[in-house]
């Protein structure tokens, strides 16, 4: 089976889908490899570490043109699309659920896709889980990046020129991004408060030393372990009982989402206004519309002296690391969809029956 590796070409895109190592490992079960030259650069990954790991290094439009899978991180575009064919089998992220035009498209042109952001969260498929390999790293660098923009440090430090108090570092959202994030502010010294409409997230965030801001009366369903849109009355309370720490806090990271739908707005323009001079948000949901009214896609905005960083999970990406592991979760799924070579198309089986999108042309899944 012929496997093609495309660079990532989105702005700001550091990653790539394979690494060397891996390459070599499915090398070694028999898959052949074709790398687009310079995929790996931004990963450090040397065209030269591809070819030593035994695969060949070639154009955009030969890869399209050689391998029968194509695998990339970021959804695949129009420009992607005008060299894919039917018999292609293509695997991403591909967020079919907010992006039907994009699905429609795949179908269109006969080809098959499966979307590495449908993978279901059982326990089995957590080594194929990508949201949980790259949402972590995410998470982790959302408090670096937020460190780094901040005027003050973390930890509580004396001096004999006198005592620093820890910042204050407020969390929205305690998914995968979320606990990352905890667990690194907290390692750097920071107080840290979260907050989730999920119920369950008040032990998990408490089991890492930080401290649970709860809604009071949340009735709020969760689906699949996924959180559900906010009531409009939820909102309002999560406001009553999140602003004093949000109006005192150094630091707020925001992760929150909802599969499929704009992520939540969880903090207004009027709710800035209160924040604290010199404080810092760093919205990781911006892409998908932002949790803060004011936060713009790959831009800092400073309003009333707060600095709002707009960013995601592709732009925060820690690049070689989110490869490595993205190699490792696109490894874990080829082998778990194939058998000698070819693929066993089991639909009874959840994980396949989750992430095949688009068969042969017909779209599965909306
Ligand atoms: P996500 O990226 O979809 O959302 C991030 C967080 O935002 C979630 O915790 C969500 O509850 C929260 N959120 C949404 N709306 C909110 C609002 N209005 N106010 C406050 N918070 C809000 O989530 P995720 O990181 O992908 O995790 C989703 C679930 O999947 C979690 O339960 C996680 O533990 C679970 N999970 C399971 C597995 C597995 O079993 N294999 C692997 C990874 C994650």
Known sequence: MKIGILKELQKGENRVSLSPFITKKLIEKGFEIFVE???GKNSLYKDEDFIEAGAKITSREKVFETAQVLIKINPFNEEDLKLVHKRHILMSQLFHKSSPKLIKAISEKGATAFSMDAMPRISRAQDMDVLSSQN?????????LGAYKMTKIFPLMMTAA???TPSKVLIYGVGVAGLQAIATAKRLGAVVEATDIRTETKEQTESLGAKFISVENNNEESEGGYAKEASEDYVKRQKEAVNKSLFEADLVITTANIPGKKAPTLITKEQVDQMKNGAVIIDIAADQGGNCELSVLNDTIIHNGV???GTSISL???STNASELYAKNIYNFIIHLTEDLNFKWDLEEEITNETLIVQDGVQRKK
């Open 136 to 144: 972590n790293l995410a998470g982790y660098k959302a408090v670096i």
């Open 162 to 164: 006198g005592t620093i």
């Open 316 to 318: 925060l990406s820690v």
């Open 37 to 39: 030259k310079n995929a």
């Open 307 to 309: 600095k709002v960083v």
